[in-house]
Structures are given as C-alpha cells and as structure tokens.
C-alpha cells in the first residue's frame, strides 16, 4: 500500500483544501505546521511501539518546507505562495503516511499497554489550534522579526538550536529557524518534542530526543519556542531533559509571541516583551472590550464589522453589550479573581462574546435591523476552516451568519425555544421531523468532522473519567454529592470504544456544547449553538446521542422516534443501543463545564449545580 492509497480524515482533509483554496504563503504555512505536528506525533508513536513510522528525511522536508513558508509569510503574509501545488503534494504526502500510521497503531495492542505512546497515539488523532489563533492571539509572522531582534541583540555570536515544543511550537519555530539561519547562526535543522504528561511527571519521547544531534557546537544557544507559558512547568521540564543531553550548553530561552523569558533559574522569567500583534487597522478582537464592560467605543467596532462583512444597515447606531449566555443566566457570574502573579496576558476574545444592538433605527419611525451576536472560533486558516465546515452542515445556523475576523457573527431571532421546553409541544408528526433533523445532523457532523477510524478495538473508560471529575466536584462544593460509587458502577461502563460501534472519531462540540439550550427551534426550523469545535474534542456519534437524551430529558415516544431517525441516518440503530448504555457519560460533560467555569462555586451556584446533577442522575436511572 502506498501513502496516496489511505484516505485522509475529513476534517484533515477539508484544512489542505481551505489552504489551497486560501493559497496565501500564511495558509500555506499554517497548513504544513498543522501537518508537522500531527507527523511527528504518529511518528513518535510509532518508534515508542517498536514499528518506525518511515525515514526521518519526510520530517526533514517538512520542517524546512515550513521554515521556508515562515520566511515568505514573515514577508507578506496575504500574497500568494510560490509553488502552492507542489508544496501542498508533500504536505499531503506527510498526512497520508500519519494517517496509515495511526490507523495501525489504533488496531496494536501493544501500543494501548504503553502509556506514551497511547498519549501521544491521542495527540496524532486529535485536532489542536494552536493558541496564537486560539485563545492567546498573535500575528505569528512577527516570530520572525522578534528572533532577529534577539540574535543581533547583546548575546554573543553563538550558534542557535531551535528546538519547538509541540503544539504551538511547530506554528512558530519555522520563524526562529528562518532568522537563525539568516544570520548564520543556524547550529542544524530545527526539532520539535511533545511533553507526555503522566503520573511521573513530564516525559518526553526517547525516540525524538534521539533525533536531535548527538553534540552541539561550542557555546550553542537552545531556543525553546512554544505558547504562552502559565506556570511555566513544561517549558522546565524541557529544558531539565535537554541539560541532561547537552552537559554544558551555556543557556536556554524560551520564546513566545512577543516575549522572551529566562530559563536559568528555578521558575520562568520573561525578560523581553513587545506587542504580539501588527499596527495598523485593529480587528475585531482588538477593539471588544474586556469581559463585562463592552467595547470602550462603539462606533470604530461597528466600523470595522460592517468592513469585515457583518450586513449592519447603514446608518443605525448600535450599542455593544457583553453577550450573556444561558449557562450564566442558570449558574450565576463566577466571583472575579485577581490573576496569579506571573500569569500569562493573553488576548482571548473566547471569553467575550459580545452583541451589537441597534439603539436606533436608520431612519426615523422606521424599523431598526437586527442585532449581532459574536462568538469567537479562531482567525486565519484554523478559524477560516471552522467556519466553512460549519457553513456545511446546513440549517442549524441561523441564515446571514458570517465569518469575521475570527468571530461566528450570527443575527439574532427573536423567536428562539430550547427543544427541551418545545418538543413536548410539538405533534407527533412535527416531533418525528424534528428528531430526524438532529440525526441527519449527527451524521452530517461525523462526515465532516472526521478525525481518524481507531475501529472498535480502542477503547477508553469513561467510568473513571466520570469519577474523576465528580471527585473534583465534592472538593469544590464540600458537600456529598447525588452520584456515588454504586450509582456509576451501574449506570456507566468501565469501557466503551473511542470511535463508537463504527469506529469513527470526530470532531465533537460536546466538552463546550452539550447544554440543552444549545438545541434550539427558530419557528419550525432546528438550530445548534456552539457547534464551533475549535473548542471541542474526539468523541463518537453515540457520546452525541447519550448527551442529547438526557440534557433534552427525551421520554419513551421520543426516544423511540429518536431511534428510528438515527436508524434512517446511518443504516442501523447500534449507535443509538449503544448511547442507552452510555448514557450516564452525559454528567460528565456537564460537571467538567461547572469544574472549568465555577471554579469556586457559591452556596446558591452549588445548590443549582447539584440539583441538576441529581435531575441527571435520576433520568439515566430511569432509562433501565
């Protein structure tokens, strides 16, 4: 079998598209560093399972493919890439031999036994956006300039390995490498390492220790480059394995957008700092105000949201207002905490959406247009291709949605039901087309947001996951919670396939989507809110179901219309069988949001947080 002979995964599939389409030398990039990261991960996994993934010369060419895009981007970002089809061939060739990587592995025993390699098998099958067009925003280009800064700076005229810390190092070390070899500097091609979190701390993967050189030039430089650091253990640990490596080597510095921080000493130090983003016209992101205040002027906003695409009708003066969710109507504003010393500043938009409100109509007497709600999903080719997957699933947006500087711009409609209140009101005929909308777009999101095929031998215990998190919960709350041993030892089970009965992983919004008020009725018309998975995770069609028949609390007539919708979706009804088992992992999604968003929660925030656990815990009892 040749690599061109396995098909990519949708979604994988679906982002070279976008680049090509896009074909700008940033999308290019972008896209070769998505491949990087994901090839060297399969790869990684494949050495610790003792089954070499192929020659280390396809990581060669493809780290120098992305240095080189990272000079061109650097230069002129939005022009088109020199060479865009050839350079795209190999990116694809790269993913197609991570593909048949893992899909071997999936189907190894022995690659499950070993924890490494089972973390690092989840890291090749998963989907991550790096954070400099996530939640801690930059213009990465400016890596660029930033290394060059630094390397014509006071330090000596000594040789730079640059060494990326995966994920976010594989999208900004091509710009240190570019710079260091600029200047000469360049001790050797750049290398990136994924840190494997496990009870013995942070390791990291012999086989990509190994493939970095056996010694250094006198007086090398190790440049560690990744994300933002928070508490700075990982960049740390990096370091303590590469000192150990490299007796000697006079000195480690880690670089993130905009900021440089010493690693001599025991904790992290930022030692230089500059703006992480371009001058110029600000972007949306730039002009929403922190959570809670709005933007600080409203009318350069709306400036640049009618620019940017969103149809605000001309003339009407608009009003800016943090967007208040469902989630924060039922459970309350977590108490503000003052940010740990050291934290990382980051400019996360995911935590102020916000909506533009008429406060006057264009014309006297007339009819004022409608409001905007803006929810970040991510900006260039990683939020660009979100959208356009969104796009495709159909009627679940409202019509006149659109992608603007990173944010999902959606009208609001004022005649919006949470399913769970509508459907019990609905006739019989209209609940049956309702029910078959949400499988169709089940399936629809399975097509689309396919991550991998670990086939129904990989599994995992959501059990213990579901313990797990509930342990945390009876910590923050300090009262006895409704769900005990007993209850999960016969309503959930200790292992359940990863990709489901099919064996087919996808994209799933469920870690930030699966609150009932997410399913909404617009009139006759079905709606899905957060589908942005941008945020989201792998997880298989019957964790969709499971979470949908308990947060939409479905009785026997609904489920029995639910089944056969999913039966007419997919060919059989497995998938739906399987989710009743599964039932009970819906509380999991549920306690990790209140544990992420209610980190100290009230007395009357635990109280709602603990009924609806016990209402929860009653429906998957009564489900048999």
């Known amino acids: 079998m040749t690599t061109s002979d396995v098909a990519l995964p949708a979604l994988h599939r679906a982002f070279v598209d976008t680049a090509r389409r896009d074909g700008s030398a940033a999308a290019l990039h972008a896209c070769a560093c998505f491949a990087e990261q994901l090839f060297s991960d399969a790869a990684a996994a494949a050495e610790t399972a003792a089954d070499p993934a192929g020659p280390s010369a396809v990581a060669a060419r493809l780290r120098a493919l992305c240095t080189a895009l990272a000079r061109e981007t650097a230069a002129a970002p939005e022009a088109p890439a020199r060479d865009a089809g050839p350079r795209l061939r190999t990116v694809e060739r790269a993913l197609h031999l991570a593909t048949r990587t893992v899909d071997a592995l999936w189907r190894s025993p022995d690659a499950h036994r070993d924890p490494v390699t089972a973390a690092l098998l989840r890291h090749a099958t998963d989907w991550k956006t790096p954070e400099c067009h996530g939640y801690d925003l930059a213009d990465p280009e400016l890596s660029l300039a930033q290394a060059a800064d630094w390397l014509t700076g006071p330090e000596p005229a000594r040789p730079v390995l640059v060494v990326a810390v995966r994920t976010g190092g594989s999208y900004l070390a091509p710009f240190w490498q570019a710079a260091a070899e600029d200047a000469g500097r360049a001790a050797g091609p750049w290398h990136s390492l994924r840190p494997v979190r496990g009870t013995d701390g942070i390791t990291l993967p012999a086989a990509e220790l190994a493939a970095l050189p056996d010694v250094l030039p ?278 359940a396939p990863v990709g489901g009965v099919d064996g087919v992983l996808f994209r799933t919004p469920l870690p930030y989507g699966h609150a009932h008020w997410h399913w909404q009725l617009a009139g006759t018309g079905l709606r ?72 100290e929660p009230t007395g009357p925030t635990a109280d709602r947080i603990l009924a609806e656990l016990e209402s929860q815990a009653q429906y998957v009892a009564a489900l048999g």
């Open 218 to 495: 006198t007086g090398t430089a190790v440049v560690l480059v990744d994300d933002q650091p928070d508490t700075g253990a990982t960049a740390l640990a990096v370091r303590d394995h590469l000192a150990a490596r490299y007796r000697g080597t006079p000195g480690f510095v880690l670089a993130a957008p905009g900021r440089l921080y010493d690693l001599a000493g025991p904790a992290v130090r930022l030692t230089a700092e500059r703006p992480p983003v371009r001058t110029g016209e600000p972007r949306l992101w730039q002009l929403a105000g922190p959570a809670g205040t709005g933007p600080a002027d409203t009318a350069p906003l709306v400036g640049r949201a009618r620019k940017a695409g969103v149809p605000l009708p001309a003339g009407t003066v608009y009003r800016a207002e943090p967007f208040r969710g469902t989630f924060t109507t039922v459970y309350g504003t977590p108490p503000a905490t003052a940010p740990k010393e050291g934290a990382a500043r980051r400019i996360d938009p995911r935590r102020r959406p916000f909506t533009l409100t008429p406060a006057e109509p264009s014309v006297p007497g007339g009819t004022a247009g409608p409001a905007y709600h803006f929810r970040f999903i991510g900006t260039g080719t990683h939020g660009l291709h979100c959208a356009r997957t969104l796009h495709a699933m159909g009627d679940l947006l409202p019509a006149g949605t659109v992608f603007a500087d990173g944010y999902l711009v959606t009208p609001h409609e004022q005649d919006l039901r949470p399913l769970r209140v509508a459907l019990p009101e609905l006739t019989g005929t209209e609940r049956s087309r309702v029910l078959g909308e949400v499988a169709r777009s089940w399936h629809r999101l399975r097509e689309l947001g396919e991550l991998g095929r670990p086939g129904p031998q990989a599994e995992y215990d959501p059990r213990e996951r579901l313990a797990t998190a509930l342990r945390r919960l009876r910590d923050r709350t300090g009262r006895p919670l409704p769900v005990d041993g007993n209850w999960l030892a016969r309503r959930v089970p200790d292992r």
């Open 528 to 599: 899905r809110f957060g589908l942005d998975w941008i945020w989201g995770g792998g997880g298989c069609l019957e964790s969709e179901i499971a979470s949908f028949l308990v947060e939409n609390r479905l009785d026997g007539p609904a489920r029995d219309l639910l089944r056969e919708s999913v039966a007419g979706a997919t060919g059989d009804a497995r998938a739906f069988d399987a989710a009743l088992h599964l039932a009970g992992e819906a509380l999991h999604w549920n306690v990790k949001t209140w544990l992420r968003r209610h980190p």
